[in-house]
C-alpha cells in the first residue's frame, strides 16, 4: 500500500500539563486507509502496526498554513486549549490530534490541523 495523506499524529500528554508534557508524552502515528482498500484492508507486514477503526465522533479542530516547526505546532496546540478552556468547552485533554495534509517533499502551500477530541457528555 502506498504512504497515504493525512499524515496524523497523536500525543498523549505527560504529566505535566504545562509545557514538559510534549517532550514527556506518547506520540502515535496514523495514515488513512485509502478507500478502496476500506473492505478488505491489507494485514500489516511489520509487528507494531494495527488496523484501527475509529468510531464516529465530535472534535475541535483549528486550521493553519506554511511548514509547521515543532515549536508552531506546540503554539497552535496551545492557543486551540486556551478557546476551548476559556469558553468552558468539554473535551479530551489528555490527548491532542496534529494532522498534516501535504507530503513533506511537496513546495506547495502545506494545510495543517489540530484536533481535540470532544467530551462524550
Not at 486556551?82 to 513533506?104: H, Q, S
Request: proline share 4%.
Amino acid at each position: 500500500m502506498e504512504l497515504t495523506c493525512p499524515l496524523k499524529l497523536r500525543l498523549v500528554f505527560g504529566k505535566d500539563a504545562g509545557g514538559a508534557c510534549w517532550d514527556e508524552g506518547e506520540f502515535v502515528a496514523s495514515l488513512h486507509l485509502p478507500y478502496e482498500n476500506e473492505n478488505r484492508p491489507p494485514a500489516p507486514s511489520e509487528s507494531g502496526l494495527c488496523i484501527q477503526d475509529v468510531a464516529e465522533h465530535f472534535a475541535y479542530v483549528s486550521s493553519f498554513e506554511g511548514f509547521a516547526s515543532e515549536e508552531r505546532w506546540r503554539e497552535e496546540v496551545f492557543k486551540l486549549k486556551r478557546i476551548l478552556d476559556c469558553e468552558g468547552r468539554k473535551y479530551d485533554k489528555d490527548a491532542v490530534f496534529t494532522t498534516r495534509y501535504e507530503n513533506l517533499l511537496h513546495l506547495g502551500k502545506k494545510r495543517n490541523e489540530v484536533i481535540f477530541v470532544g467530551a462524550n457528555n
